[in-house]
């Protein structure tokens, strides 16, 4: 484990406790967003509040205020986002926009939940640079934008985005929206909650209080005629097989579910006990990903360069010539001294041909289909980890951080030897 990092707080101008909270609040988010923070975290301890960020997908601890300042910067967030200052018994979601002296404007959603000393604010930053791009802006090779664009282009069916919590999943999928919003089709999204506003596309929240779950709005916007359905994730039978259904029924469904790999996907949709036949004949493709932190190219360092680093012929292929080679990470003014210039997307895409259909109705377990898609030209996550690795995109112990691999460890250990 690294030690937790401890951020120089000095660098937010302003942050004085002296200043008042709206003001402490709009720095904070501004210079969050320009680190690419994802989380912001204000939350009680026995003495003090402290302020944490989590930054390239790992928490760092920025700051402790004094109490009464922290329940104040507390409550500012709360009432911008609707979420009401005065309730810290009851877990509350808010979203809001923070707009700073020069007129810039950050978009967050905020969730609280009360702990032993108080309670835990979280302000999820959306990243604009990421979410509101293109497919190009998820950091996926040109393959690998061919290969996602290739199952959006089809007309129906269900494209499926996996992985654990945190891994980008809905970032890709608004970024396919984007991708498929020009204007020529109908999309309705069925979301819990709602991330942020996409032009021109009907956004629709799931409201459990008022009896509105995914299945019965699917049901009302399939009468709406869309072309395009994105179904926040599945997590029950009920929208499993509500997301089967719609997917069968002429329009192109997105939807996220949790799986550790493409195959478990598959393997998951079964367990809420879709019909394989089914599912086999809806399902086009299940991009399984994780967030993987990219070097700085402006600072990272290349420690060695050999044809041996590489011992996968999938990977062999993959890196077409180029000589594979380790980097290492250095840190500079550009990277906040962190070696590392943002998270993007690490990707495993399966997309269901005629062998993989017939192995889901035959019931073949996960194994079996994963190998039938390696096969068939699919890379798996560990593959495509080396891919990036060996070609400077990040280094083998970032790597190896994410995915468990014996052919990572080995070149984690050679960058260990080397540095
Ligand atoms: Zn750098």
């Not at 120089?8 to 942050?15: K, L, S, W």
């Not at 609280?112 to 802006?137: A, M």
């Not at 069968?248 to 469904?253: E, H, I, M, N, R």
């Not at 010539?321 to 003014?333: D, H, I, S, T």
């Given at each position: 484990?690294?030690?937790?990092?401890?951020?120089?707080?000095?660098?937010?101008?302003?942050?004085?406790?002296?200043?008042?909270?709206?003001?402490?609040?709009?720095?904070?988010?501004?210079?969050?967003?320009?680190?690419?923070?994802?989380?912001?975290?204000?939350?009680?301890?026995?003495?003090?509040?402290?302020?944490?960020?989590?930054?390239?997908?790992?928490?760092?601890?920025?700051?402790?205020?004094?109490?009464?300042?922290?329940?104040?910067?507390?409550?500012?967030?709360?009432?911008?986002?609707?979420?009401?200052?005065?309730?810290?018994?009851?877990?509350?979601?808010?979203?809001?926009?923070?707009?700073?002296?020069?007129?810039?404007?950050?978009?967050?959603?905020?969730?609280?939940?009360?702990?032993?000393?108080?309670?835990?604010?979280?302000?999820?930053?959306?990243?604009?640079?990421?979410?509101?791009?293109?497919?190009?802006?998820?950091?996926?090779d040109d393959c690998e934008?061919?290969?996602?664009?290739?199952?959006?282009?089809?007309?129906?069916?269900?494209?499926?985005?996996?992985?654990?919590?945190?891994?980008?999943?809905?970032?890709?999928?608004?970024?396919?929206?984007?991708?498929?919003?020009?204007?020529?089709?109908?999309?309705?999204?069925?979301?819990?909650?709602?991330?942020?506003?996409?032009?021109?596309?009907?956004?629709?929240?799931?409201?459990?209080?008022?009896?509105?779950?995914?299945?019965?709005?699917?049901?009302?916007?399939?009468?709406?005629?869309?072309?395009?359905?994105?179904?926040?994730?599945?997590?029950?039978?009920?929208?499993?097989?509500?997301?089967?259904?719609?997917?069968?029924?002429?329009?192109?469904?997105?939807?996220?579910?949790?799986?550790?790999?493409?195959?478990?996907?598959?393997?998951?949709?079964?367990?809420?006990?879709?019909?394989?036949?089914?599912?086999?004949?809806?399902?086009?493709?299940?991009?399984?990903?994780?967030?993987i932190?990219k070097l700085c190219v402006d600072c990272r360092k290349e420690i060695w360069a050999a044809d041996d680093l590489c011992r996968n012929d999938r990977v062999w292929r993959k890196l077409d010539g180029v000589q594979p080679k380790l980097y290492r990470k250095v840190?500079?003014?550009?990277?906040?001294?962190?070696?590392?210039?943002?998270?993007?997307?690490?990707?495993?895409?399966?997309?269901?041909?005629?062998?993989?259909?017939?192995?889901?109705?035959?019931?073949?377990?996960?194994?079996?289909?994963?190998?039938?898609?390696?096969?068939?030209?699919?890379l798996?996550?560990a593959d495509a980890a080396q891919v990036r690795v060996l070609r400077g995109d990040t280094t083998a112990t970032e790597a190896?951080?994410?995915?468990?691999h014996?052919d990572l460890?080995y070149l984690a250990a050679k960058e260990r030897e080397l540095l």
């Amino acid at each position: 484990m690294n030690k937790p990092a401890i951020v120089e707080f000095t660098e937010i101008e302003g942050e004085m406790e002296h200043a008042p909270p709206e003001v402490y609040a709009a720095h904070l988010i501004e210079w969050a967003a320009e680190r690419r923070v994802s989380d912001i975290f204000i939350s009680d301890d026995q003495r003090s509040v402290r302020v944490s960020v989590r930054r390239l997908g790992r928490v760092e601890l920025v700051r402790r205020l004094a109490r009464d300042y922290g329940t104040k910067l507390q409550g500012h967030f709360r009432v911008i986002s609707g979420a009401g200052a005065g309730d810290a018994i009851h877990p509350a979601d808010g979203r809001g926009v923070v707009t700073t002296e020069e007129g810039k404007e950050y978009d967050f959603r905020l969730s609280t939940i009360p702990t032993l000393f108080g309670q835990d604010v979280t302000v999820r930053l959306f990243d604009s640079k990421r979410g509101n791009g293109g497919i190009e802006s998820l950091g996926l090779d040109d393959c690998e934008v061919a290969s996602l664009k290739q199952l959006l282009d089809q007309p129906s069916g269900l494209l499926l985005v996996s992985g654990p919590v945190a891994s980008g999943k809905t970032c890709t999928l608004y970024s396919s929206l984007h991708y498929l919003n020009d204007g020529t089709l109908k999309i309705h999204t069925i979301e819990d909650p709602i991330e942020y506003p996409i032009r021109g596309v009907q956004q629709t929240q799931v409201n459990l209080r008022a009896r509105l779950d995914f299945s019965e709005l699917l049901t009302a916007v399939l009468r709406h005629s869309p072309d395009v359905i994105m179904i926040g994730e599945i997590r029950d039978a009920r929208s499993a097989a509500t997301a089967v259904r719609a997917g069968a029924s002429g329009q192109l469904v997105l939807a996220t579910v949790h799986a550790d790999s493409a195959a478990q996907a598959i393997n998951t949709m079964l367990q809420y006990d879709t019909n394989p036949t089914f599912l086999a004949r809806t399902l086009i493709g299940v991009v399984n990903q994780r967030l993987i932190s990219k070097l700085c190219v402006d600072c990272r360092k290349e420690i060695w360069a050999a044809d041996d680093l590489c011992r996968n012929d999938r990977v062999w292929r993959k890196l077409d010539g180029v000589q594979p080679k380790l980097y290492r990470k250095v840190g500079c003014a550009k990277c906040f001294e962190t070696g590392f210039s943002s998270l993007t997307c690490l990707p495993e895409i399966m997309c269901i041909d005629r062998d993989i259909e017939q192995a889901i109705i035959h019931g073949e377990d996960p194994g079996q289909i994963e190998q039938i898609a390696l096969d068939h030209g699919m890379l798996s996550l560990a593959d495509a980890a080396q891919v990036r690795v060996l070609r400077g995109d990040t280094t083998a112990t970032e790597a190896c951080r994410v995915i468990e691999h014996p052919d990572l460890s080995y070149l984690a250990a050679k960058e260990r030897e080397l540095l």
